[in-house]
């Protein structure tokens, strides 16, 4: 099992900036890929950004050019530094983990709690 714990989420701003974290704990032997995935209310699950453990980054067109993924292998931790925040950003964001190099919600097999992040204006 793999226990992921997000970290950093808040209110802020709108242009303002956030970096969250995650920390993965456990069997992190069985991760390949991390990512970061997104939920406002009343809306689905949405990737945000997947990174995967040769490094190779995806981020989805509406983040690109403002976030940016990172990952400490040593520290079994991941990264999502966030700038240029708009209203719509506005979310629970969740860390999410899988032994492939895949960035489909169906090949993430364990989450975390999520961490909330609000952007005002």
């Known amino acids: 099992q793999v226990k992921l714990v997000e970290s950093g989420g808040g209110s802020v701003q709108v242009g303002g900036s956030l970096r969250l974290s995650c920390a993965a704990s456990?069997?992190?032997?069985?991760?390949?890929?991390m990512g970061w995935y997104r939920q406002a209310p009343g809306k689905q699950r949405e990737l945000v950004a997947t990174i995967t453990s040769s490094g190779d980054i995806y981020y989805a067109d509406s983040v690109k050019g403002r976030f940016t993924i990172s990952r400490d292998a040593a520290k079994d931790t991941a990264f999502l530094q966030m700038a240029s925040l708009k209203p719509e950003d506005t979310a629970v964001y969740y860390c999410?983990?899988?032994?492939?190099?895949?960035?489909?919600?169906?090949?993430?097999?364990?989450w975390g709690q999520g961490t909330q992040v609000t952007v005002s204006s």
């Open positions: 456990g069997s992190i032997s069985d991760i390949n890929s």
């Open positions: 999410a983990t899988t032994p492939y190099q895949d960035r489909t919600p169906a090949a993430y097999d364990h």
